[in-house]
DNA sequence: GATATGATTGACGTATACGTAAAGCTGGGG
DNA sequence: CCCCAGCTTTACGTATACGTCAATCATATC
């Protein structure tokens, strides 16, 4: 496909997303966008919709996401990559959606949580920091026998 | 369970346990041991067996694990909670068990998986940075909020 | 208007990682 | 000798996270 032709060949969506922004900083997305800027599938996008992770605008029943649903979908695939279920994914949209709003004793709580997973992730970092020196030395000694092996 | 009754009701694999080694650095564990200490089930370390992750030694059909087969476990459970699958975790332990063995090109290529993994882990340390980033902020800005209502 | 592209909703299938129940050895205590 | 605790295998079930059709619809070009 063309890029002359490419234009003309655009869903609703990505039609309407064309038009709102030029280029540089879009304002909405079409889940094909996101699919390919996030390396995920259509279909896995929309299931985190039905797991209710996102909750995107429609146009005569296409998706249309805004910048908000995309840092959100950013969220998602970035924290599945550390081995969080979308359960505990949704858990943090949630609180990241707040973003300090209500009353006193829920920022209270907000505050707590968010401060319980940034322990837990230290607490990540330090098991692949073990990681990390385990594979050092696997490293150092093949390097070295190498090495040895090579000086013949 | 007491104390005096629990060595009488032993198993034969925690018999051999006990037998070799006191207390302080044992040289060999049951199942139950590592279960135990690792906080799985019996479950889950039978089934890292079926897929070839450990390979204990039997005593009249009842698993008995080395040393090794406790570090190897200890892999296991971290990369799990890491977010790797059994299948990755299945490579680096053979690339573990080798610890520079066989010839040249054998040694340069476990040097190379290990340099690519240590790459690996330090982008997912990059990625929880980011996460602890977007937390921190959600922190302080509840933080914030609930001592300027405090202090009205 | 036929065709093609891209989107949508079901519905069913699949891979991973175990859970759980059933049934059976085994070794020591009473 | 029997029982019980703990281990075993076998087998089927379950939760998560999608993959894969199939049918359908809208939009846009030929």
């Known amino acids: 496909m063309t890029v002359a032709t490419k234009k003309a060949k655009m869903g609703a969506a990505r039609a309407f997303v064309e038009a709102h922004g030029e280029a540089e900083a879009p304002d909405f997305f079409s889940i094909s966008d996101l699919a390919d800027e996030?390396?995920?599938?259509?279909r896995a996008i929309r299931f985190y919709e039905a797991k209710g992770l996102l909750s995107p605008k429609r146009l005569n029943?296409?998706?249309?996401?805004?910048?908000?649903d995309r840092a959100r979908l950013r969220i998602i695939?970035?924290?599945?990559?550390?081995?969080?279920t979308?359960?505990?994914?949704?858990?943090y949209l949630d609180l990241y959606g707040q973003q300090g709003e209500g009353r006193i004793k829920q920022?209270?709580?907000?505050?707590?949580?968010?401060?319980?997973?940034?322990a837990e992730l230290e607490a990540?970092?330090?098991q692949i920091d073990e990681q990390?020196?385990?594979l050092r030395l696997i490293n150092e000694v093949c390097r070295r026998k190498v090495a040895k092996k090579k000086a013949r």
């Not at 695939?77 to 969080?84: E, I, P, Q």
């Not at 979308?86 to 858990?91: G, Q, V």
């Not at 920022?107 to 940034?118: Q, V």
């Open 38 to 42: 996030f390396g995920v599938t259509h």
């Open 61 to 68: 029943g296409a998706r249309i996401y805004s910048r908000r």
């Open 77 to 84: 695939v970035r924290a599945k990559s550390l081995g969080y």
């Open 86 to 91: 979308l359960e505990d994914i949704k858990d």
């Open 107 to 118: 920022l209270e709580i907000t505050a707590a949580r968010s401060a319980k997973m940034i």
């Open 124 to 126: 990540k970092k330090q």
């Open 132 to 134: 990390i020196e385990e």
